[in-house]
């Protein structure tokens, strides 16, 4: 796939508004809202893939990312109770909540190679920001180069708030003591209607927006996701993705945008239908198309599964996060196919392979550690 068949879509007698997008996409100008609403509406996959691959290839060539990563999970014990949510207590079978020396023993059994610890979890009442901080301080003495990406907006928004700090002094101290990044969790869909449906008790998308805006503009980088396939519609999508367009025009702080979709086992929308796979990959590809200035679209296999963690490196995703090691079941416990999600790098490189891309790990700020071209093992 190449820019000439995208000039031949241009050339060709296709609707002009579709040509249009397509001329955008080539002259890598943006596309608007409502452009954003025919391509969810109307644009059939194979133009979306190859407007998404035209992009893909500009950011990043055949190139995808993975990194060798674990994620720690400290409690599944959450004040909140959100609609969508298979993994806090209020619907687990389960129920857990770690001590600092029970993580600190998870750190040390795990991949000597990992380059980045994931933590997130639920919104523990009583675990407060001196507790992560004495936490990260304590991982980073055991492992000094691993880089800690760790707690979501809705975490950072309860314990800073606790501490009665304003975000910038509580990202400080946490940063001190040896925050890195700031994972996208807690985003949702920015949509103040839908957000009081599904999550009525989580922070408002203000807050979330303002925190990562705070992390940016001190150099703390950051993900961002929208979670869709639930009650949400196209235009919901669109105006999430807006705003986080904007944000990344004034910072650009953030690295991956990561569409995660709803998964309905064991939870309190369990009767909506999960959409299908060809929602999920025009999903990728609209998001390809409209977030102009984010550099990476990550395909977060645990949730999509590995067959279609390949296929979305069509529709535009050039990451697919990392080996994880087992370690996370936020999307287990809402029916996964991953139910112990683990890959060894050869694995990792042989999916990318079989998808006829380059397989290159990085570092959490997307530095290339290493490229396996066909000739390296
Ligand atoms: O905010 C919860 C989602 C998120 C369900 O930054 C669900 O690299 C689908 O943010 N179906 C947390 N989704 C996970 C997260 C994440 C994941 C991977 C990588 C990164 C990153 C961040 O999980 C929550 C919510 O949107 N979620 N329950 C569910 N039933
Ligand atoms: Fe708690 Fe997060 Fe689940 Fe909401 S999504 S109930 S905040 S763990």
Redesign the pocket.
């Known amino acids: 796939m190449n820019s000439d068949s995208l000039k031949y879509i241009i050339d060709s007698n296709v609707k002009d508004a579709f040509k249009q997008i397509a001329e955008k996409v080539f002259h890598k100008s943006r596309i608007t809202q409502e452009e954003g609403l025919l391509l969810y509406e109307k644009g059939e996959p194979g133009y979306l893939g190859l407007l998404a691959e035209q992009i893909k290839q500009e950011k990043s060539g055949n190139e995808v990312y993975y990194i060798r990563n674990f994620h720690i999970e400290p409690t599944n014990i959450c004040v909140n109770k959100c609609c ?4 806090s207590h209020h619907f687990s079978p389960k129920k857990w909540n770690y001590s600092v020396e029970e993580m600190l023993e998870i750190v040390k059994l795990q991949d000597p190679e990992a380059k980045e610890v ?1 933590i ?1 979890g639920a919104v523990h009442p009583d675990k407060d920001i001196y507790y992560f901080a004495g936490l990260f301080s304590k991982i980073k003495k055991l492992r000094p180069a691993i880089h800690i ?1 760790a707690l ?1 907006a809705v975490e950072l928004g309860y314990m800073i708030k606790k501490a009665k700090m304003n975000w910038h002094q509580g990202l400080k101290f946490l940063q001190a003591n040896g925050l890195d990044s700031i ?6 869909i920015f949509n103040d209607a839908i957000r009081k449906k599904i999550c009525p008790t989580k922070s408002s998308a203000n807050e979330w927006l303002e925190i990562h805006e705070t992390a940016h503009q001190m150099g703390i980088t950051s ?1 961002a ?1 929208m ?1 869709y396939g639930h009650i949400e519609n196209y235009r919901h999508r669109i105006e999430h993705m807006q705003l986080l367009r904007d944000l990344q025009d004034r910072t650009n702080g953030f690295n ?1 945008f ?1 569409p ?4 309905n086992g064991n ?1 309190e929308l369990t009767g909506i239908r999960e959409v299908n796979v060809l929602e999920d990959m025009r999903n990728y590809a609209v998001s390809r198309i409209f977030l102009d200035n984010f550099s990476h679209l ?1 395909g ?1 296999w645990p ?1 999509t599964g590995k067959p279609f963690a390949q296929l979305s490196l069509s529709f535009g995703v050039d990451d697919l ?1 990392g080996t994880i090691s087992d370690s996370t079941q ?2 287990s416990l ?1 029916g996964s196919v991953e139910k112990n999600p683990a890959m060894t790098v050869s694995e990792m490189v042989e999916l990318i392979r079989q998808a006829k891309r380059v397989p290159a790990e990085r570092d959490s700020l997307y530095h290339t550690m290493e490229v396996r071209n066909s000739n390296s093992s």
Not at 84 to 87: E, N
Not at 183 to 188: F, Q
């Open positions: 969508f949510c298979s993994y994931h997130t990406k979501s994972p996208g969790g807690g985003a949702e993900n996701t979670l991956a990561i995660l979709k709803f998964k939870n990550k977060y949730m996060d936020i999307y809402a």
